[in-house]
């Protein structure tokens, strides 16, 4: 029987979803789109994929991806585009958006198990990469201050 | 001792050759940060946490510690999902979800250091504020004597004489406790 295009249904679960980009990132088809606009981050993705491979769902981390086969004698539902979006978090200091909600919450929630509650990785994580070198170079220089410069 | 970068931020003067010459090196993207504290540079990349945020994050184990490397990316296993970026405290790991490489952070020179060259920010840096000898920044400051040199005042001058004998620690004791 002849390959037809539309093969199987991508669904995604929401309640899992966490907004990282692996899945947009290992479509070898580059199906999968992501834009982050106004505070969401919006995913875009064809709800029947006719590609013979499964990389968006092995790259998953929450195996959020299933990939149903569609039976060959069930009629074929049109050719819609999901889309989808996770609101984003801004940074503390400078209010701009670097990751999605769900991710720094689930993550400051693993480094607290794994590092404990006052570790400085924890209380850096509402900050974007940009504040949170600025915060370094405040904490260092400040650590040194006090003390006259040793060197000619 | 551990592999990691030695940045001295007193003598960097902000010229911005290291992250030049990681650009030059790596192509592309640049690993070195400089941030500027009220207007005073600190160079900032990866210091190769041995228990890091990043690697604990990591949902594939990408990225592993090892004593000679650092934290070492297994190109093979990450999936670009951007976590690291999240996690690293310090800002200084970002991922690219497209282009290559996928995770843009200090890897010591890699692909330099198996060729037995010195990463290009150390040879760079006009001033020496980034090396990658632990004993540098010390030596250098034994040099301009601001750090007594370990061999110029044996251990024994700085402890108190022996019992018994004049200045000890009876001596000591009388001196401060006066009949």
Known sequence: MKETPADRRLIIDLEKCFGCFACAAACPEKHIAFTDHEGLRRFRAPSLCGAQCDACRKACPVDAIVLEEVASEEPRPALIELTWGLPLTRCRTCGEAFTTEKIRQSLSDKLAALLGSADLALDRIPLCPSCRRDDEAQRMRSATRTLPDPLP | ?179
């Open chain 2, 1 to 179: 001792m551990n592999a990691f970068l030695h940045v001295d931020f007193r003598r960097c003067t902000g010229c911005f050759a290291c992250e030049a010459a990681c650009r030059t090196a790596h192509g592309g993207a640049c690993r070195v940060h400089l941030a500027f504290a009220d207007g005073l540079p600190v160079p900032l990349m990866c210091r190769q946490c041995e228990n890091s945020p990043c690697a604990a994050v990591c949902p594939e184990e990408a990225l592993v510690w090892d004593k000679t490397h650092g934290v070492v990316l297994l190109v093979e296993r990450c999936t670009r999902c951007g976590l690291c970026a999240v996690a690293c405290p310090f800002g200084v790991l970002s991922v690219d979800p497209f282009g290559r490489p996928n995770v843009v952070k200090c890897d010591l020179c890699l692909g330099r250091r198996a060729e037995g060259k010195r990463p290009a920010c150390v040879l760079t840096c006009p001033t020496e504020a980034i090396t990658d000898e632990p004993d540098r920044p010390l030596k250098r400051r034994r040099l301009a004597g601001s750090v007594p040199p370990i061999a110029a005042r044996p251990f024994s001058e700085s402890l108190p004489a022996p019992m018994g004998k004049e200045g000890g620690v009876q001596g000591g004791f009388r001196g401060k406790n006066p009949r």
